[in-house]
């Protein structure tokens, strides 16, 4: 076997480090996922608030 050339890239290496970035993102997603479901439970939240608020407005109160 002849030894490598220290300027051709070491396929281990990259395997190593794209398998640790795939790591790193599979990381992110699962935060993003998390903070879309805090956001969609907060715009739920709000809407509901603001249908209360609808319903019990006096209908005299309206411009």
């Known amino acids: 076997m002849k030894p490598r050339d220290?300027?051709?890239p070491d396929p281990v290496?990259?395997?190593v480090t794209l398998a640790a970035?795939?790591?790193v993102l599979e990381a992110r997603?699962?935060?993003l996922r998390e903070a879309?479901?805090?956001v969609d439970?907060?715009?739920e939240a709000v809407s509901d608030a603001l249908r209360r608020l609808r319903r019990t407005e006096s209908p005299l109160g309206r411009p």
Request: hydrophobic residues 55%.
């Open 41 to 43: 439970a907060r715009i």
């Open 21 to 23: 970035e795939a790591a």
């Open 29 to 31: 997603l699962c935060v």
């Open 6 to 8: 220290p300027e051709e």
């Open 13 to 15: 290496a990259a395997g």
């Open 36 to 38: 879309l479901g805090a």
